[in-house]
């Protein structure tokens, strides 16, 4: 069907950037939106940007100015630019992507990644 990998992720120290990449496999014809959510220890996963297709760009608020999110020529990639990293950005990063049309006429909704972990050290 469709799978969504991200990579990138790794140790950076504060004030640092580092740049994720999610890529999406299966017979994918579109994606409409892709995006970027994050889960800290004890707390529940949020939102930190998401992108369409149509290059409209929503951040969370505290990301803004920080992170660029970012889609690839082809269809089924998205990044995620992260820069001047603080240790509130250390999380498990996950790539989402949603309205997803394969071939054959199907689509699917609200497909994660498997999650890539960014620390950020001091």
């Known amino acids: 069907q469709v799978q969504l990998v991200e990579s990138g992720g790794g140790y950076v120290q504060a004030g640092g950037s580092l740049k994720l990449s999610c890529i999406a496999s299966g017979d994918i014809v579109r994606i409409d939106v892709m995006g970027w959510y994050r889960q800290a220890p004890g707390s529940q996963r949020e939102l930190v940007a998401t992108?369409?297709?149509?290059?409209?760009?929503l951040y969370a608020d505290s990301v803004k100015g920080r992170f660029t999110i970012s889609r690839g020529n082809a269809e089924n990639t998205v990044y995620l630019q992260m820069g001047s990293l603080k240790s509130e950005d250390d999380a498990v990063y996950y790539c989402?992507?949603?309205?997803?049309?394969?071939?054959?006429?199907?689509?699917?909704?609200?497909?994660w990644g498997q999650g890539t972990r960014v620390t950020v050290s001091s």
């Open positions: 992108m369409t297709r149509g290059d409209n760009t």
């Open positions: 989402w992507a949603n309205e997803i049309y394969i071939k054959s006429h199907y689509s699917f909704d609200n497909v």
